[in-house]
C-alpha cells in the first residue's frame, strides 16, 4: 500500500492553529449569544463575528 501524501511540514503547524482558532471562536460566539446584552457583550460579539467571517474567508480560499 503506497504511502499517503503528506503536506509540507511548514503547513501542518498552520492547520493546527486554524483548527484551534475555529474551534476557540465558535465556543466564544455561543457563549457570547447566550449572555444578556450589555455594551461589552454587544462589542465583543461584533469583534468574534468579525473574526470568525474572516477565518471562514481564509479557509474557503485555501
Do not use: I
Amino acid at each position: 500500500m503506497p504511502a499517503r501524501p503528506q503536506p509540507p511540514a511548514r503547513t501542518r503547524p498552520q492547520a493546527a492553529f486554524t483548527v484551534n482558532r475555529a474551534m476557540l471562536l465558535t465556543r466564544e460566539l455561543r457563549t457570547h449569544r447566550e449572555l444578556p446584552p450589555a455594551p461589552f457583550q454587544q462589542a465583543r460579539l461584533a469583534t468574534l463575528t468579525r473574526d470568525w467571517a474572516a477565518l471562514r474567508a481564509a479557509w474557503r480560499s485555501g
